[in-house]
């Protein structure tokens, strides 16, 4: 159960588009469609932003979207925000019938 | 309003076992799978466990399999995760979250409900 991986940082200029890469195995994100993804302020308990790869929750911005291309997952972010600054960390189904969470990413908005 | 509120953390030392304690309310908790999450002092997430809907079902990370079990009691609607034989990198906030599906397909749609977190210090 190896972690996925993730950029340590992402930075962008407010109204920029930003992309989150997140990649796994064949035994998490590339075998499932059971990837989601997470937002987390400082001192603060993590947000649902996006499950099952693609799929936002009733509340998120759709400026939040999601994809997946063989063992690769990646968040965007667009028309970036300076409320959009925070970790972000995806997390993946496995074939373990766990879940396993990715490295996370810390995103600055310049 | 839907919420969930650990409790149980504290400063514990090596080897002891605690148990912490996730308190539900607001919705309809024996239908909802309930998972923890661990996220040691600067560092990132690490899922711990997850107990289905109905208690029938549980699955660990490797990292805390033998050590931690996970229980839950839908009269009172609470999750509970002994955690024996505590060491140094146990050191974390511990959240209880609730899975976003409800029934059997628990584990596919991620985490959409979670409390603030409880602190569990392992230190001599």
């Known amino acids: 159960q190896s972690a996925l991986t993730q950029p340590a940082s992402v930075s962008g200029s407010p109204g920029q588009s930003i992309t989150i890469s997140c990649t796994g195995t064949?035994?998490?994100?590339?075998?499932?469609?059971?990837v989601s993804w997470y937002q987390q302020h400082p001192g603060k308990a993590p947000k649902l932003m996006i499950f099952?790869?693609?799929n936002r929750p009733s509340g998120v911005s759709n400026r939040f979207s999601g994809s997946k291309s063989d063992n690769t997952a990646s968040l965007t972010i667009s028309g970036l925000q300076a409320g959009d600054e925070a970790d972000y960390y995806c997390?993946?189904?496995?074939?373990?019938?766990?879940?396993?969470f990715g490295t996370g990413t810390k995103v600055t908005v310049l | 309003q839907v919420q969930l509120v650990e409790s149980g953390g504290g400063v514990v030392q090596p080897g002891r076992s605690p148990r912490l304690s996730c308190a539900a309310s607001?919705?309809?908790?024996?239908?909802?799978?309930i998972h923890w999450v661990r996220q040691a002092p600067g560092k990132g997430l690490e899922w711990v466990a997850i107990?289905?809907?109905?208690?029938?079902?549980?699955y660990y990370a490797d990292s805390v399999q033998g050590r931690f079990n996970i229980s839950r009691d839908n009269s009172k609607n609470t999750v509970y995760l002994q955690m024996n034989g505590l060491r140094a990198d146990d050191t974390a906030v511990y959240y209880c979250?609730?899975?976003?599906?409800?029934?059997?397909?628990?584990?596919?749609?991620?985490?959409?409900?979670w409390g603030q977190g409880t602190t569990v210090t392992v230190s001599s």
């Open positions: 607001g919705f309809t908790f024996s239908s909802y799978a």
């Open positions: 099952h790869v693609s």
């Open positions: 107990i289905s809907y109905d208690g029938n079902n549980k």
């Open positions: 064949r035994s998490d994100v590339g075998g499932y469609n059971y």
């Open positions: 997390s993946s189904f496995t074939t373990s019938s766990t879940r396993v």
């Open positions: 979250a609730r899975d976003r599906a409800t029934g059997t397909h628990f584990l596919l749609f991620g985490m959409d409900v």
